[in-house]
């Protein structure tokens, strides 16, 4: 309430009537300053609640590195190399994990670098059940594209396409230019899927707004919204599969 109203209410109203109007005043004074209390109190714990954050995430990586190098060094004590280079490349993964603050896009040759350490750890737990072969164009390692596209789509063929193979399986990441694009491609030959499986897979990825959450192969759509979202519209991800035959998802992005 300015002076002015208040001037206006005290000088206006005499005997009860001043005496209301005063009561009034001191009311609304006294919500003024609760509301500046619970504004001071807000602001307070969420300085308290960034601080914690903040120390949590310098606690947590220093712990995971800490651990993974105790794990390694009693592993290769005990002669136990394979934990000893499993350790390395999950370490390099968590590093590359947590950076992600750091910029939204790295270069492809950073991006392979990823995934070829996930790889690594995938071929251990299924015993070498799969090969991956990887082929980039002159030139093209040092284009930027977003981070983490590409784990997530070999993450679900690995799992989807070769999982259930009795033979090995062969996966290929290749990174070529068409047109003014860039295509990276990740091709299996594993189970494959039906053009209805193929059909239902393709709107799910392209859906703006899913009423179910499916488990199966949210990682390919979160990185073909993602790519859409900061790339624009004309970019994402395209799928050809046949029955046994495998699949083919084409990433498609702008050349940077």
């Known amino acids: 309430m300015s002076e002015l109203a208040k001037w206006y209410v005290v000088h206006t ?16 004074e006294n919500r003024k300053m609760q509301d500046l209390i619970q504004e001071v109190y807000e602001q307070k714990e969420l300085k308290q609640r960034a601080e914690l954050k903040q120390l949590q995430e310098q606690i947590n990586p220093h712990f995971l590195y800490n651990t993974l ?24 993964i968590f590093r590359y994990s947590l950076g992600s603050s750091d910029s939204e896009f790295v270069t492809v040759s950073q991006e392979l670098h990823h995934t070829e350490n ?31 596209i590409l784990q997530p789509i070999v993450e679900n063929a690995i799992v989807h396409g070769m999982e259930r193979m009795t033979t090995q399986g062969t996966l290929e990441i290749s990174v070529t230019q068409k047109e003014e694009n860039l295509l990276i491609k990740i091709e ?8 209805e499986q193929l059909q239902e897979l393709c709107r799910y990825i392209d859906a703006l707004d899913i009423k ?8 390919v759509r979160n990185v073909h919204q993602r790519i859409k979202m900061i790339c624009g519209e004309q970019y994402g991800i395209r799928i050809r599969s046949e029955v046994y035959r495998g699949s083919v998802f084409e990433i498609y992005l702008p050349m940077r």
């Open 13 to 28: 109203y005499s005997g009860y009537e001043n005496s209301v109007a005063a009561n009034i005043l001191k009311a609304a």
């Open 69 to 92: 190098e105790t794990m390694s060094s009693i592993a290769a004590v005990n002669q136990v190399f394979l934990i000893c280079d499993m350790c390395s490349k999950l370490g390099e």
């Open 118 to 148: 996930y790889v690594f750890i995938q071929k251990i737990r299924y015993g070498n059940q799969f090969e991956v072969y990887y082929s980039v164009d002159d030139g093209l390692d040092k284009k930027l594209i977003p981070r983490f």
């Open 188 to 195: 299996d030959d594993g189970v494959g899927m039906d053009q």
């Open 212 to 219: 179910e959450k499916k488990k199966r192969s949210i990682g």
